[in-house]
């Protein structure tokens, strides 16, 4: 049985949301188990868009400042900040 990666999956649950197809429907389309199409779906729709489900990482972009200091600031859950 041929072992399909996260990103297939990523791109299976992005053309399914454009689709307007039940998840069944789609599923049976593409010729894949729904049960494990479910299942990663569940996984995306539990991730906020800016991440990147390849990596894990989050996307952040800095807006332009006529000041030639940048700073950028990181908070975890925990409630720890850096800046910089």
Same mark, same amino acid.
């Given at each position: 049985m041929?072992?399909?990666?996260?990103?297939?999956?990523?791109?299976l649950?992005?053309? !399914?949301?454009?689709?307007?197809?039940?998840?069944a +429907?789609? +599923?049976?389309r593409?010729?894949?188990?729904?049960?494990?199409?479910y299942a !990663?779906?569940?996984?995306?729709?539990?991730?906020?868009?800016? /991440?990147?489900?390849s990596?894990?990482?989050?996307?952040?972009?800095?807006?332009?400042? +006529?000041? /030639?200091? +940048?700073?950028?600031?990181?908070?975890?859950?925990?409630?720890?900040?850096?800046?910089?």
């Amino acid at each position: 049985m041929k072992k399909t990666s996260i990103e297939t999956y990523y791109e299976l649950f992005y053309r !399914w949301q454009r689709s307007g197809l039940s998840k069944a +429907a789609f +599923a049976d389309r593409e010729g894949i188990s729904k049960v494990s199409f479910y299942a !990663w779906c569940k996984k995306f729709e539990t991730k906020p868009d800016s /991440q990147d489900a390849s990596t894990g990482f989050t996307r952040i972009e800095l807006a332009e400042s +006529a000041s /030639q200091s +940048a700073v950028a600031k990181i908070s975890y859950p925990s409630g720890i900040s850096v800046e910089l």
